[in-house]
């Protein structure tokens, strides 16, 4: 398939609790982005990551945190999860090498918080 | 950094009718604007993309053409058929953070 997989493709979780989300990709890709897609507002940005350690925050940062130990895994935490952060949440990887290039996409995850 | 507007949100056509989405963009140094579509319970998927260097581009029914004066891109689909309809999402590169914003999106609905 795309090379890029995301674990759990769904997850309901309880206001308060923590939460990591995984993106995995078998394309050795240097980018690797997380968004999340709200009705109305497209595809926010996250956070990203340029490499393994080096990433920086993105548009909606705030109660997420991320790590990338390894070049084929992303990790998304919520640190403390709240209903607004109830969300389908992509991950997606780009070959680019910084002056833009097309994105390869998960399959998503359906993240609920009750 | 980007910010990316399109419109319609919501756009019915019927089929072999011409389909226009619209973007503006207000990052004067983005050179890339890649258009995605997205099938109901799926993940987006790239079906055109345009650099800046170029006016437009064109593969089998759907175009791309971008006006960097105006700072505006519009997605062109000829001869709709209904595997059309679905979420269209555009996105232009922001030079900062070296990462894609998108449009808001638009439902295209494709009537038999």
């Known amino acids: 398939d795309a090379g890029i997989t995301q674990s759990p493709r769904h997850k309901v979780t309880e206001t308060g609790t923590p939460v990591t989300l995984r993106c995995h990709q078998t394309?050795?890709?240097?980018?690797m982005y997380w968004y999340r897609q709200d009705p109305g507002h497209g595809l926010r940005l996250i956070h990203y990551s340029y490499g393994v350690k080096d990433t920086d925050k993105g548009e909606v940062s705030d109660g997420y945190s991320v790590s990338r130990s390894k070049t084929e895994d992303f990790l998304l935490t919520l640190e403390s999860a709240t209903s607004s952060q109830t969300s389908v949440y992509f991950c997606?990887?780009?070959?680019?090498?910084?002056?833009?290039?097309?994105?390869?996409f998960g399959s998503g995850t359906r993240l609920t918080v009750v | 950094g980007e910010n990316v507007e399109q419109h319609p949100s919501t756009l019915s056509v019927q089929e072999g009718d011409s389909a226009v989405i619209k973007c503006t963009y207000s990052d004067s140094a983005s050179n890339y604007f890649p258009w995605y579509k997205q099938e109901l319970g799926k993940r987006p998927q790239l079906i055109i993309d345009i650099r800046s260097n170029v006016g437009e581009k064109k593969d089998q029914r759907i175009a791309v053409t971008l006006n960097k004066t105006a700072k505006h891109f519009s997605l062109h689909i000829t001869e709709t058929q209904p595997e059309d309809s679905a979420v269209y999402f555009c996105?232009?590169?922001?030079?900062?953070?070296?990462?894609?914003?998108f449009g808001s999106g638009t439902r295209l609905q494709v009537q038999p």
């Open positions: 996105a232009g590169w922001d030079t900062g953070r070296r990462a894609l914003t």
């Open positions: 394309e050795n890709h240097r980018y």
């Open positions: 997606a990887i780009s070959e680019g090498t910084g002056v833009g290039g097309g994105y390869t």
